[in-house]
């Protein structure tokens, strides 16, 4: 069983910058596909980007592209999502999500954790 923990989320104003954590124990991390997933009150939990075992290449959403970033350590089983140039359209829970296959979306995700959330003012 993999376990995955968020952490880092909190309140910022709209233009500022927070990154998230997620802490993943339970398994091999370096062999999965890692995505951060966000769901606001009254709306569908929607991709917001990943980043690939071993290659470490990363895919965004277009709602965020150019403003966030994904990252891995697999030394320190940790995956970030660096926010910058937040909107309060990004105000949302954030999840950190793992996958063994190749497609990296909210019905494929085999471990979720229990999300974090972020909120932006305007």
């Known amino acids: 069983q993999v376990q995955l923990v968020e952490s880092g989320g909190g309140l910022v104003q709209a233009g500022g910058s927070l990154r998230l954590s997620c802490a993943a124990s339970g398994g091999t991390f370096s062999l999965y596909h890692m995505g951060w997933f966000r769901q606001a009150p009254g709306k569908e939990r929607e991709f917001v980007g990943e980043?690939?075992?071993?290659?470490?290449?990363?895919d965004y959403a277009d709602s965020v592209k150019g403003r966030f970033t994904i990252s891995r350590d697999d030394a320190k089983n940790t995956l970030y999502l660096r926010m910058t140039l937040l909107k309060p359209e990004d105000t949302a829970v954030y999840y950190c999500?793992?996958?063994?296959?190749?497609?990296?979306?909210?019905?494929?995700?085999?471990?979720w954790g229990q999300g974090t959330q972020v909120t932006v003012s305007s």
């Open positions: 980043i690939r075992r071993s290659t470490g290449s990363t």
């Open positions: 999500a793992a996958t063994s296959n190749y497609f990296v979306t909210r019905a494929t995700m085999d471990y």
